[in-house]
């Protein structure tokens, strides 16, 4: 796996001058799944920490440039919290924030 991680890395530093947007937001979500340390092995990664030196303000800079989008997921959520509160319809859902440090 590490290999692969390592690959994955020089390649998007390879291409970054070729970078969608759309590819620039879904690498925005891999850096903080690495640093999450949810792809195993993925956070102590040099190459990792690389590409989140080289181009990592900007991934995060792409993503929060967007307007966010309800998802049906959030639709859901949403509803089941309201639902299952005992507050009920006193529970307000707020938007999501993006912080753009």
């Not at 979500?29 to 990792?48: I, K, M, Y």
Request: hydrophobic letters at 45%; charged letters at 25%; a negative charge.
């Amino acid at each position: 796996l590490a290999t692969l991680i390592d690959c994955l890395a020089a390649r998007v530093i390879d291409f970054r001058d070729k970078l969608t947007l759309e590819t620039k937001l879904q690498l925005h979500q891999w850096l903080l799944a690495c640093e999450l340390d949810t792809v195993p092995g993925a956070a102590l990664s040099n190459s990792v920490a690389r590409v989140k030196q080289i181009m990592g303000q900007e991934f995060l800079q792409a993503f929060s440039g967007q307007a966010t989008q309800e998802s049906q997921l959030r639709r859901e959520v949403a509803r089941t919290v309201v639902l299952s509160s005992s507050a009920g319809s006193e529970v307000e859902i707020q938007e999501e924030y993006r912080d753009a440090r």
